[in-house]
Structures are given as structure tokens and as C-alpha cells.
């Protein structure tokens, strides 16, 4: 067992060192540019404050004097300006959190003059069972499923992409607020290896996107990709330090997390909450008949099919040894009851590979108003011992229900 968690603690040492040395330099490019812009409105500043000096013995206003001052507000508003862009795009890095820094960088995207709804799609398997992660502000759900994803990414010469709409004329009549154009830059993580695209949308009508306002995109993009692929990284690690090396299943400090979050929840929306937890029936002596290595090995073909069987919303674990548990949001002792059978169906109804076939004994619980996380979580696991004593392969309810 040791041996085969041993390359995923290696993984994660690894991971830790690489984010760490991401965020330090990180932390420096924030506080370089952050200096740099406090330097320039200290200097701004000194300049205005030197010219209204020197002036004020005059006792009138020249009117080169004034165009100095004209000329030098001008100059204070730009770099007010600059300094403000300059503290959001530096923000953008100040969290590992991939869901906060995808929405700071569409929060400065669509900030852009004329600019109206904006996105990032990530093609490498982010979202929920492996699908590209699309972020959008200022568009529908069903607007941004119509949206391209796709970006200058094959081709690596290409600045940006042009996005052109033409609509059929009945969807076109009397709606002015339909998206009418955009443009598709890539994101580039430190190595300047294309990891999504960021694209900005106008309504209303045609418009051709100036220079500058491109080479501001350019700009965020430039800060945006490395932020996003060092929160992506941390992700992953975080997911690793989350699962059970074993059977790739939720470890059981994520299972007492979940558990004691889901129930705050449900407590607090009056929302109902199940809970399932399942034990290996004589697990000790196939064990000691075929071997711990052979055991490992139905572990992790138990775990497999639990997780075939359950539902998008529920989230199982593995407490220890060979006991498993489920949690089931929005779930009553009804829902519960059917997953046991769902998974005792799919775990007994055929061998694991050369071994005898296996079947599992069950507790469940659904949550009271007086339960905590730890009063709920012993009732199912009490529950389970009540079903192990009454003759195993079967289940109990905390209730008496069997």
C-alpha cells in the first residue's frame, strides 16, 4: 500500500514547490508594477505642484501657464487611469483560485470601451466530466453556447481572430441588442504555450476594434494566461491532496469536509441530506486467502463500480480500510435506500475479475435538525454495524427501517 502511494506524494511535492515559486513571482511583478505606477504619480504630481509654485507670484494666470496646467491634468488623469488598470490587471494574479481569477480578467475585459459581454474558454478538460471550461459576463447561457471557443491557437503567427454575425432576418428584426461582432486573442501560460483564448463581444452593430484597444487585450491576455494556468495547477493539486491514491475516490478528510459543509447547507436552506455507508462484507479474510496486494485490487474494483452508480450531485468517498460512504445532497432515505441497491447490484452481480464475488453491507442516515455532521455521520455508521450483525448483504436505516 505504502508503495503505491508513494509516486503521488512525490507529485504533490512537486506541484508545491513549482506553485510556490509561481507565486513569489508573482507577488514581485505586482508589487514591481504597483511601485512603478506609484513612482509615476509621485513625479506627476511634484511636476503640477512646481508649476502652480512657480506661478503664484505672478498674481495672474499666463496662458502658457495654463496650458502647462491643462496639459499636465491631462497627464495626472492618464496616469490615474494607467495606475488603476495597472492595480487590475496586477489583481488578477492575487489568488490561486481559478474560478475568482477567471472572473477578474472578464471583469477587466469587459471594462474595455464598447465592449459587452466577454469570455474565456479553456479547452484543456477543466469543466464538469472533461469538457472545455467556457466563463462568460454580459451574455445568456444561451448566447454562450453559440459563442466560438475556438482562437488563433493552430496558428501562432495570428495576433487575433475576427468574429463577424450575420443573422437570418427574422431573428435580426427588432433585435437591437444581438451580439454583432467580436475578437478571439489566445491565453499563453510562462512557457508561450497556448492554453485557451479570451474574447471580447459588441452589440448593436458592426465596429472595427482600434490598435489600441486590441493591444490592451493583447495586455490582459499577456497577464491574464500565466494567472490562470498557475490557479489551474494549484486545482489539480488540490485535487490530488483530495483523492485516495488507492481508488481514486474522495480521501476521508474530504469526506468529513464535505460532510460537515453539505450539512451547514442543508441546515440552513432546509434542504434534505442522506448519507450511505457501505463495508466490504468478510473483507478481512479475502485479505488473508488471496493476499493484500490481490485485496487492493478489489478495493479499487469496488470503488469503480460505486462510482458508476451514483448520481452527477452525490459525492463518494473512502472513509478507511474497506468502508466507502456516500454523500447525497437533496436526497431523502428513499433515494438512499436505492442507491445501496444500486451499488450492491453492480458490486454483486458478477465476480471481480478471478475473485469470488463480493458483497457489501450498508447504514443510512438522512439528516435530522438536531444532527451535526458527527452525531449524522455515527448514526449511519451505527446503522451499518446493525446490518453486519443482523447476517450481512443487506442494509440498515438509522431509523430501524430495513
Known amino acids: 500500500m505504502s508503495g503505491l502511494r ?3 506524494a512525490a507529485l504533490r511535492d512537486r506541484k508545491t514547490r513549482l506553485l510556490l515559486v509561481n507565486d513569489s513571482v508573482t507577488w514581485i511583478a505586482v508589487g514591481l508594477a504597483l511601485g512603478a505606477v506609484v513612482v509615476a504619480l509621485g513625479l506627476a504630481l511634484f511636476v503640477l505642484y512646481s508649476l502652480r509654485r512657480a506661478s503664484s507670484p505672478q498674481g ?17 488623469e492618464s ?3 494607467d495606475a488603476e488598470r495597472a492595480r487590475e490587471l496586477a489583481g488578477i494574479a492575487t489568488t490561486v483560485d481559478l474560478d475568482a481569477v477567471l472572473e477578474r480578467a472578464l471583469q477587466v475585459a469587459s471594462r474595455q470601451e464598447g465592449v459587452d459581454a466577454a469570455m474565456i474558454s479553456l479547452p484543456r478538460g477543466e469543466g464538469e466530466n472533461g469538457e472545455p471550461l467556457v466563463v462568460t459576463v454580459g451574455m445568456s447561457a444561451d448566447e454562450a453556447v453559440r459563442q466560438p471557443v475556438g ?15 450575420t443573422y437570418k432576418a427574422e431573428e435580426a428584426q427588432g433585435a437591437g441588442d444581438l451580439i454583432r461582432g467580436g475578437v ?10 497556448t492554453i485557451g483564448t479570451l474574447a471580447i463581444f459588441w452589440r448593436g452593430g458592426d465596429k472595427e476594434i482600434p490598435d489600441a484597444e486590441l493591444a490592451r487585450l493583447e495586455e490582459l491576455a499577456l497577464h491574464a494566461g500565466p494567472a490562470i494556468e498557475n490557479a489551474r495547477r494549484f486545482r489539480q493539486a488540490k ?16 469526506f468529513h469536509e464535505t460532510l460537515a459543509r453539505e450539512a451547514a447547507r442543508a441546515h440552513r436552506y432546509d434542504r434534505k441530506l442522506s448519507l450511505v455507508v457501505f463495508d466490504i462484507d468478510d473483507f478481512k479474510a479475502i485479505n488473508d486467502r488471496i493476499g493484500h496486494l490481490a485485496g487492493d485490487a478489489v478495493l479499487s474494483s469496488v470503488a469503480e463500480r460505486l462510482q458508476s ?12 480500510g474497506d468502508e466507502f460512504a456516500v454523500v447525497l445532497p437533496e436526497a431523502g432515505l428513499e433515494e438512499a ?15 471481480l475479475g478471478p475473485f469470488e464475488r463480493i458483497r457489501l453491507s450498508g447504514g443510512i442516515a438522512e439528516l435530522r435538525p438536531e444532527d451535526d455532521a458527527k452525531t449524522f455521520f455515527e448514526r449511519a455508521d451505527e446503522a451499518l454495524y446493525q446490518a453486519k450483525e443482523s447476517g450481512k448483504g443487506r442494509f440498515r436505516a438509522a431509523n430501524g427501517r430495513a
Request: net charge positive.
Open 60 to 76: 495672474s494666470q499666463r496662458p502658457a501657464d495654463d496650458s502647462r496646467a491643462e496639459e499636465l491634468s491631462r497627464a495626472l
Open 239 to 254: 485535487q490530488l491532496a483530495d483523492l485516495d491514491a488507492l481508488t481514486s475516490l474522495h480521501n476521508r478528510r474530504y
Open 309 to 320: 452508480v451514483v448520481r452527477g450531485a452525490d459525492i463518494a468517498c473512502r472513509v478507511g
Open 337 to 351: 435506500e436505492q442507491l445501496y441497491k444500486r451499488v450492491q447490484f453492480a458490486v454483486a452481480s458478477r465476480p
Open 6 to 8: 508513494r509516486p503521488y
Open 184 to 193: 478571439s486573442v489566445p491565453l499563453r501560460d510562462d512557457e508561450n504555450e
Open 79 to 81: 496616469a490615474r487611469v
Open 151 to 165: 482562437g488563433p491557437s493552430s496558428a501562432k503567427a495570428a495576433r487575433a481572430v475576427r468574429i463577424a454575425y
